[in-house]
């Protein structure tokens, strides 16, 4: 491609874009094409010879297009959001025509270092203390992997990585019942076991993990001869919110020497705005945190925040150094590679300091909290309707609820016919024996009026339309 289409075909894909998110609105969130289309209308095999960008760029348009879910519509209020904001967007473009690999400082030193300035801002905007060092990885999943990892070599000495598990003593980490599935998928690949991670019932009250029970499974397991490594808290649990009571975690877990990692993916954004940090209380004792600036922040995905307060303790967990990857004679540098589990990383930076810049942090905090009062209103309005069940009171912007009296069949025969309507987008959830609709709110596009079509859709797709116009 030649300097002359480059700039045509990336003007053309940026004005795409622009209007792409002007026009979200009119479309259905989710997409409506039925498994196997797209597949099939791809050819099997790759072309030999090149053909006309003008080509490509329409077939993107009528085949792709129409395929993808808008996660970027004003009413998802689906899962959680993964907001990439417009001046985001901006910035990986960047990113994406620079297209450096940031593993080292000498590989790109304003990538690195923006990147310690980018995770301070984010640590003080959070209200952290500045015991915390911060690097940025690709998912909360690698980052409490690499949590994991670190919890798993302390507890073997260092010897981990090295000697291999086979003689190791049997490891044991702790957490709630309703941590995230990246949890349990981090305990596997560390060699740790799923028999071994501790999942400990819920208060069904408060949602968060009973500090008495934390200290009789570790008692348990140490009067049986496992070995205790760490203890995973959640604040803002997928499935409702829940919370842990993080500083009696906190002080159980170090009372007998273990690691804390808190996984706030999702609500860690939120604690941008200091009404909402008794939340995750006693978080300043924690070994580790990670939150998601691509969720509600609105950095485009991806983008995972994760603190350490000891990050020697990490680096000697994960970095390799070979020799064609030592960076001489620079003292006090930091190759973030020696942090995370991929060598390769992208510029992930930039956009963090485009989107701080741009909105402030009182225009994101502005954001967060119209989100929690929209949510709030919507639940407000659907626990007054006849006919509906709040299942859960709203943490932050995310509560559930269903057709009161609905049977399983019954509620995911009314979340299809939200979802198939179009107008909005949302999901279920498992709480205790039941399902539920889970809402959120989070779209950095949505504004207040999105609440009144939000009310209206629920109410046609539990069969109450009727009753909820009156
Ligand atoms: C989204 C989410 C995760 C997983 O985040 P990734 O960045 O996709 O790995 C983990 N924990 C919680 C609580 C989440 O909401």
Partial sequence: MDAQDFETWSQRAASWGV???????????????????IYRAIPPNPPETGCEMAQIFDEFEALIEPGMTHWQHPRFFAYFPSNAAPVSVVAEYLVTAMAAQCMLWQTSPAATELETRMMEWLRDALGLPETFSGVIQDSASSATL??????????????????????????????????????????WI?????????????????????PEALEAAI???????????????????????????????????????????VDAAWAGSAMICPEFRALWDGVEGADSVVFNPHKWLGASFDC?????RDPEMLVRTLAIQPEYLKTHGQDGIVNYSEWSIPLGRRFRALKLWFLLRFHGLEGLRAMIRDHVRWAGVLHDRLAATPGVEIVTAPVLSLFSFRRAGASEEDTIAHLSAINEDGRIYLTQTRVGSGLAIRFQAGSFAMSASDIDIAYSAILDGLGLGQEGAS
């Fill in 146 to 187: 690499a949590a994991v990892l670190m919890m798993r070599e302390r507890a073997l000495n260092w010897q981990g990585n090295r000697a291999g598990l086979s003689h190791a003593p049997r490891l044991r980490i702790y957490c709630s019942d309703q941590v995230h599935s990246s949890i349990d998928r981090a305990i």
């Fill in 19 to 37: 209007t792409y998110r002007e026009t979200l609105e009119a479309r259905p969130v989710r997409a409506r094409t039925k498994p196997g289309e």
């Fill in 219 to 261: 008692r348990a397991d140490l009067a049986a001869g496992y070995q205790p490594a760490g203890v995973i808290g959640c604040v803002g649990a997928t499935s409702t919110g829940a919370c842990d009571d993080i500083g009696s975690l906190v002080a159980v877990a170090h009372a007998h020497d273990l690691l804390v990692h």
């Fill in 304 to 308: 995972s925040a994760h603190f350490i």
């Fill in 190 to 210: 560390a060699g740790i076991g799923q028999e071994n991670l501790v999942k400990l019932a819920a208060d069904p009250k408060s949602g968060a993990l009973p």
